[in-house]
């Protein structure tokens, strides 16, 4: 594949796993914009590079154990539907999380500009317009 965009998200999320922050958001253009589902904790909009750090640094902080799987890579010209297993242990509550949901990213030049969040992985893929 000549696009490098699933294999730098790939590698994004298992950054995210090993708590590497800025290995994580390597991926993302400075400009990006992410939108998260207000079905998802910490949902909001977040412009910038800094600022979704802040928001990735302030969900991890919530979770004493935290892995995403990559269970589906779908790519849609310059739109790469990114469907995920997550399983966690919250820090406070010890409450387990298993939950499966999706990230739609807008890809250019190799780098995200944009991320639109599901709770709704069947969404995520429609959002896809295939």
């Known amino acids: 594949m000549s696009d490098p965009g699933p294999d730098t998200l790939r590698r994004s999320?298992?950054?995210?796993n090993d708590g590497d922050l800025d290995a994580?958001?390597?991926a993302l253009d400075a400009d990006a914009v992410w939108h998260e589902s207000p079905e998802l904790p910490g949902g909001d909009e977040f412009r910038g590079r800094e600022a979704v750090r802040g928001f990735?640094?302030?969900f991890l902080a919530e979770w004493k154990q935290f892995h995403q799987e990559v269970e589906e890579?779908?790519?849609a010209g310059d739109r790469v539907a990114v469907l995920i297993h997550l399983t966690a242990v919250g820090r406070?509550?010890?409450v387990e999380a298993d939950t499966h949901y999706g990230h739609?990213?807008?890809?250019r030049g190799g780098k995200g500009i944009r991320v639109d969040g599901y709770r709704d992985r069947e969404a995520a893929l429609r959002s896809l317009g295939s």
Do not use: F, P, R
């Open 13 to 16: 999320y298992q950054a995210l």
């Open 24 to 26: 994580a958001l390597e």
């Open 104 to 107: 739609v990213w807008t890809m």
């Open 73 to 75: 890579i779908v790519v």
């Open 92 to 94: 406070g509550s010890g």
């Open 56 to 58: 990735l640094k302030d």
